[in-house]
């Protein structure tokens, strides 16, 4: 079956620019996840979705960064006033939460903040 | 807090030599391990994974031992390929499905 898909693959955008990113999890799978990974650094976790219930937004850097997951699908990931230091991989991954912790992730989208 | 320290890369070796990664991790209770593995311009992918002590993983040639004496889980592969060339991410997953951590990652490149 499909994957999870990403959008875009890759964006360019000027510092001071708002971005969103988008991420299709695979269908059925109740757990939502988003990851940041600069270069050479490993993945530091983001923010958390789970079904209904409210996310966990504990690894979000900024009040800059926010993301939304719609029908309990589709998220965005948005960052507002974007920073040079803001560029990186953007990875989204999905499980089937419960008791299962394996994560399937998408591509990534490399954001480069110009 | 839950924590996995890896081998620092870059790892050079020629095809067919043997690899090891080692993977440490500090955790309470008994997490899951993982090695994830990502290949260039690709998404990480589940590699292996163990969910208990003395489980050993194994997938396309590579194994790793969940060692609850030691904390660690190294990779291991008998005879690498020029296709294994790719960064490898040690991970463990705590109680809960948010509590998932990675290592920095370890670039492989092998040689022909």
């Known amino acids: 079956g499909a994957g999870v898909s990403q959008s875009p693959s890759n964006k360019v955008t000027e510092k001071g620019k708002d971005v969103e990113l988008r991420c299709d999890p695979i269908?059925?799978?109740?757990?939502l996840y988003w990851y940041r990974q600069s270069l050479g650094q490993g993945l530091e976790f983001l923010i958390y979705f789970q079904g209904n219930s409210a996310p966990d937004k504990s690894g979000l850097p900024s009040d800059r960064f926010s993301a939304e997951r719609t029908g309990g699908s589709v998220s965005t990931l948005t960052i507002q006033r974007t920073q040079q230091e803001d560029s990186a991989v953007y990875l989204c991954?999905?499980?089937?939460?419960?008791?299962?912790?394996?994560?399937?992730f998408g591509p990534g989208t490399r954001l480069t903040v110009t | 807090g839950n924590s996995v320290t890896q081998m620092e890369g870059p790892v050079t070796l020629s095809e067919e030599a043997f690899l090891t990664i080692n993977c440490t991790y500090t955790a309470t209770g008994y997490p899951s391990l993982f090695w994830y593995v990502q290949y260039p311009g690709e998404g990480l992918q589940l590699l292996l994974k163990?969910?208990?002590?003395?489980d050993k993983g194994s997938n396309k040639g590579f194994e790793a031992t969940y060692r609850k004496e030691t904390t660690s889980f190294h990779l291991e592969k008998g005879s690498v390929q020029v296709s294994d060339s790719a960064v490898y991410f040690c991970?463990?997953?705590?109680?809960?499905?948010?509590?998932?951590?990675f290592g920095a990652g370890t670039r492989l490149t092998v040689k022909p």
């Open positions: 991970a463990l997953s705590g109680l809960t499905n948010n509590d998932m951590r």
């Open positions: 163990a969910t208990k002590a003395d």
């Open positions: 269908s059925g799978h109740t757990a």
């Open positions: 991954a999905s499980s089937l939460g419960g008791s299962s912790h394996e994560q399937y």
